[in-house]
């Protein structure tokens, strides 16, 4: 019997998605180019992120199949639009995948360093986080679906006392 996932999983999931590293660390990054500066550039980040979801509704609605990115690039630029979009999309998760274990690693060795006052490289704090999520990972989506609960809930929890000072 196939085993489907829950609605709360997936709003969780999807949120977990949307709050990532990078949306994190945006407000510190562009509050040193200052207020209007910032807002200037988060709001044209918006209107491109909206104007691009609305024409993928678009391209999508015109389809009666369901469809991807690489069937919808095919259909409009045959075989070589297809594997560009797939080239592109491998390199855009490449860039994330170094970008989050870079980031987690550098922590890992903080973490060691002021929890048990081991000194160890970031390399050695990189391999320790890709090996955690890594069998995380390989145990499964439901083993996924209920960390993932764990640390959104640390998340609503964390930011709920930053706003009320808990």
Request: net charge positive; glycine share 12%; proline share 2%.
């Amino acid at each position: 019997m196939k085993t489907t996932g829950t609605f709360i999983g997936g709003i969780l999931l999807i949120a977990g998605s949307c709050i990532g590293a990078g949306m994190l660390a945006l407000p510190i990054m562009t509050g040193l180019a200052g207020f209007f500066p910032s807002l200037a550039m988060f709001l044209l980040a918006w209107g491109f992120m909206t104007i691009t979801g609305l024409l993928m509704v678009e391209v999508n609605s015109s389809f009666e199949e369901r469809v991807n990115i690489g069937s919808m690039a095919e259909r409009a630029f045959g075989k070589t639009g297809r594997y560009l979009s797939w080239l592109l999309y491998l390199f855009l998760f490449y860039s994330l995948l170094v970008a989050y274990i870079s980031g987690s690693g550098s922590l890992s060795s903080t973490y060691f360093l002021t929890i048990f006052s081991w000194h160890i490289p970031k390399w050695a704090g990189a391999l320790f986080f890709t090996a955690i999520f890594g069998l995380l990972a390989y145990q499964g989506t439901r083993t996924v679906d209920h960390w993932n609960r764990f640390f959104m809930i640390g998340k609503i929890l964390t930011y709920l006392g930053m706003i009320f000072r808990i």
